[in-house]
């Protein structure tokens, strides 16, 4: 190894250990507070400022979605800590574009802003929370609280349910739909790959389970094999929409190109999979916020997360 290179990995080493570090002594912070609140302290109220990440540490969309959803959860099971909440994506991340705004999470989104009470203190949500609040939301959070979080605070821009609407009105002809997720690319760094062919099965499983041999289906995935694939095994029943995608294996939200579009197809697509009659996906925040926007859409997973 040369010199150069073994520089660059203890200084990535030492960077992650660092990170770890302030991770633990922050969880015991906020362990203690809890703790003391509970028992009757007062403590002067903070107003919770979420920043997405940046850098080397960004995060594909619905990983962000996923931080504000935990930091909401977070908020309300603390009225003794908190009074006020925002939601600043700011001049950063994978999403940002200069020409849409300053704050990329209202690119989609509604403003989301909880007045702070007059004598709260801001206090800006540290890397390691803001990665706390996601992965619970991701492994842990219940699927019913997770909704009613969405369902409390979130609201899609008139401007993207619109889209929404034109689409699902004109391609699924306003049917019922399977709906497929099919997370490719470098999600096998967290999730063994599945294989197509067990998609196609999974399908035809559903189409008998219906009793319907014919029918829409739509297709959500970073991967233009796999779409491929799909069109190939259901000739005329795919439906898919025209979007930039992956055809060597680099994740989407890591290609160049505009951050906003990209942002936007992810938002349209998983709205558009919780509008169908069920949905067979794979490991991936996108799919699972589907089962978030609605919770009572029958969902079949293929494969495990590692």
């Not at 619905?62 to 600043?88: K, T, W």
């Not at 997770?146 to 049917?175: C, F, L, M, P």
Request: charged share 25%; proline share 5%.
């Amino acid at each position: 190894m040369s010199r150069r290179r073994a520089i660059a990995l203890a200084e990535r080493l030492g960077s992650r250990v660092a990170w770890y570090s302030r991770r633990t002594a922050g969880r015991a912070r906020v362990a203690v507070r809890d703790v003391l609140c509970s028992a009757g302290a007062r403590f002067r109220p903070e107003c919770l400022i979420l920043d997405c990440a940046s850098g080397a540490e960004a995060s594909g969309l619905f990983s962000e979605v996923a931080a504000v959803v935990g930091c909401l959860a977070h908020y309300e099971a603390r009225p003794g800590l908190y009074a006020g909440l925002r939601v600043d994506f700011q001049d950063h991340g994978l999403y940002y574009e200069p020409a849409a705004g300053a704050n990329w999470w209202e690119y989609y989104f509604e403003p989301v802003v909880i007045p702070p009470a007059s004598d709260a203190i801001e206090r800006k949500v540290p890397t390691w929370q803001h990665d706390d609040f996601a992965e619970y939301v991701e492994l842990e959070m219940p699927r019913d609280v997770a909704a009613a979080v969405i369902k409390r605070h979130i609201r899609v821009k008139e401007s993207v349910q619109n889209e929404v609407d034109r689409y699902w009105a004109e391609a699924t002809k306003g049917t019922g739909a399977i709906g497929i997720h099919y997370r490719g690319t470098d999600k096998w760094e967290g999730a063994p790959p599945v294989p197509y062919d067990a998609v196609t099965a999974a399908v035809r499983e559903a189409r008998v389970a219906a009793g319907a041999a014919r029918g829409r289906i739509f297709v959500a995935t970073d991967e233009q094999a796999f779409l491929d694939h799909m069109r190939a095994a259901f000739p005329g029943d795919v439906v898919s929409r025209e979007m930039p995608r992956s055809v060597d294996g680099t994740a989407l939200h890591k290609m160049a190109g505009n951050g906003f579009r990209k942002g936007q197809d992810a938002v349209i697509d998983c709205l558009l999979l919780a509008r169908c009659a069920q949905l067979i996906r794979t490991d991936s925040d996108l799919g699972l916020f589907a089962t978030f926007f609605n919770p009572d859409l029958p969902v079949r997973l293929l494969g495990t997360p590692l």
